[in-house]
């Protein structure tokens, strides 16, 4: 569902006379924003935390997520490709947002991921965007902004996440980086937490037929089903460390 308002309908005529693509790949990476931990550290921690931030920064840098599509589908994962040596290293950079897979369809948005020792069919809701009037180039294509707010159900109540994505009119693609979708054209750049997932290559309307077959391993759970056995396995896992 999208806010509907002059900007939106202006957007929605763009979008009739975009490029009309019937399938291809984007790659995307994952950058931070900015550093959690001081590189002039003092204390022994401290300096700990700031190497591993600095091992997985340099980690990010290697790490590619694709996103597969076709009319009427899409799968959004992380390519996996790294050295045994860099392999813990390269699960903290991709993050539990990352180390999902993402499956979109016209009903249904699902993340498939393995935690807490099982896997996990997570069927989310549709996305309810905010579409803003400002615009900025990205690469060389015209991007403009949309905002969602997502609410993240905590130990300690309803915390709100702000996710922010610039989408291009240009290319009718409905997709985007970690399962988010629904906007009237490809998501180029997507913010959300501290980290932007940025589209480097696009491969359009390549000649292989892209098939994109829905998950069906792992145990079937709504967001909200997934929040709370989130929670109940913190607390598990606190009350094992006598915390």
């Not at 929605?12 to 291809?24: C, H, M, R």
Request: glycine residues 6%; charged residues 30%; proline residues 2%.
């Amino acid at each position: 569902l999208i806010m509907i308002n002059n900007f939106v309908l202006i957007i929605l005529l763009f979008n009739n006379l975009s490029l009309q693509v019937s399938s291809g790949s984007i790659e995307y990476r994952k950058v931070e924003i900015e550093r959690v931990f001081n590189k002039n550290a003092k204390t022994a921690q401290e300096k700990r935390f700031s190497q591993i931030e600095d091992e997985t920064i340099k980690a990010l840098k290697k790490i590619v997520f694709v996103l597969k599509f076709n009319k009427e589908k899409s799968f959004f994962s992380v390519r996996r490709e790294m050295n045994i040596s860099e392999m813990g290293y390269f699960e903290l950079a991709i993050g539990p947002d990352g180390d999902s897979k993402y499956y979109n369809s016209k009903t249904d948005i699902i993340r498939q991921v393995n935690t807490f020792g099982e896997d996990f069919l997570i069927s989310k809701y549709k996305y309810k965007w905010i579409l803003k009037s400002e615009s900025k180039k990205i690469g060389k294509h015209k991007c403009y902004r949309a905002i969602l707010v997502e609410k993240l159900k905590t130990r300690k109540g309803i915390k709100n996440i702000i996710v922010e994505a610039w989408y291009t009119p240009e290319l009718n693609i409905p997709f985007g980086p970690i399962g988010y979708n629904g906007l009237p054209g490809l998501i180029l750049e997507l913010k959300k937490d501290n980290f932007i997932y940025q589209a480097i290559n696009i491969n359009l309307n390549i000649k292989e037929k892209i098939i994109i077959e829905k998950p069906t391993k792992g145990k079937k759970v709504t967001q909200e089903e997934f929040y709370d056995i989130a929670i109940s396995a913190m607390k598990d896992f606190k009350k094992n460390r006598g915390y």
